[in-house]
């Protein structure tokens, strides 16, 4: 397969110039008016960030893809689908909300704001996945499903369970309505280290299906110096549906996957489900690789970036564009004093520094993960390429 073209501009700006018009020339010289716009409805799929969280695309970035695509004929939307978890979009009037409150509203983006799969993300379309091994079905949020162009807008960042979030987890994952998303998470279900365990209930609070139970105790020894008896967590798997939200939350690193092969099957599935949204139709991708955070903007908070802010890159194939994005990251200088920086010296004390991941930012920040499985399955399955052409746009 011959490499796929990916466009990119940097972050340098000057007088009467702006980021948004930078990224309208990028997305206009990446091609996307090659697509037939004309009285077509548009999907752009985007983060609308979890309220707390600040380092979510600005609507600023939306409005000026909005603006493209008004201008070509387009009828443009943006829309996201409803959470798995407890939080602030976990269903469609809370959604709306949290939208509105990060800036997301007809008089700054241009456009209405449309939650894909309704208002208790029962909304879907059952969608066949040609070639899919994991995924025969996807359960995609129907708003996405009906719209006749769609494009990816997506901040490209680390992830607590597919080692990054690009283009094909903006669209496989948080293109799944709740059924879908917990069809895509159920490969895997995580267990307590109760040794690690403070009984602090975070895992308690984020958790939405009350598998954590506290009704074992454990002597533990705090920094301090202190012994203290705690109420430790267990996991009940029945209720469990693997949705890794725990994971992130737990400061004491206590709870994990329970096999390495969780990642993996999450990252087939989000390649499964993104080719299911993308086969067939129209679309444009487009990821912005700036405050890149070390988790989701699902969480709650934003962590210290890993690397400094890189620039804009698009391109109407995700799987290259997320190998451009992961290598411009993995080039990248690395910020002191950050989640990877802290997991880099604590694998090098402990002599577990995989030599083959020594200088993988994504990998080494979250080691559990594995972002290749991604990228792999994805080329595998016909969706495109990881080849690459990089094209820099003024």
Known sequence: MEPSKVYFCDL????????????????????????DFENKYVAIKMHLGEPG??????????????????????????????????????????????AYANGFNP??????????????????????VEGGEYVKNAKIGRALMDADVVISLTHFKGHEQAGFGGAMKNLGMGGGSRA??????????PSVSQKRCIGCRQCEKICAHGAFSFDQTHEHEFANGKVRE??????????CVGCGRCIAVCNQDAIRPDYNQAAEVLNYKIAEYTKAIVNGRPCFHISLAIDVSPNCDCHDENDKPIVGDIGFFASFDPVALDQACIDAVQAAAALPDTEYTHMHDKLEEAGELDEAHASDKLHITHPDTDWKSCIDHAETIGIGTHKYELIRVK
């Open 107 to 128: 008089f700054q983006t241009g456009c209405h704001t449309i939650i894909a799969d309704g208002l208790k993300g029962l909304d879907e379309v059952e969608v066949p």
């Open 230 to 239: 705690v109420h430790v967590a267990s996991i009940d798997h029945s209720k």
């Open 53 to 98: 969280n600040l380092s979510f695309l600005r609507p600023n970035y939306a409005r000026a893809v909005v603006d493209v695509v008004r201008e070509l004929g387009g009828k443009p939307f943006i829309t996201d689908c409803n959470t798995l978890y407890v939080g602030g979009r976990k269903n469609a009037l809370d959604h709306l909300d949290s």
């Open 12 to 35: 340098h700006t000057q007088m009467g110039d702006g980021l948004p018009n930078k990224l309208k020339r990028l997305i206009k010289a990446a091609g996307i008016e090659q697509i």
């Open 180 to 189: 879908g998303k917990m069809e895509q998470h159920a490969a895997g279900k």
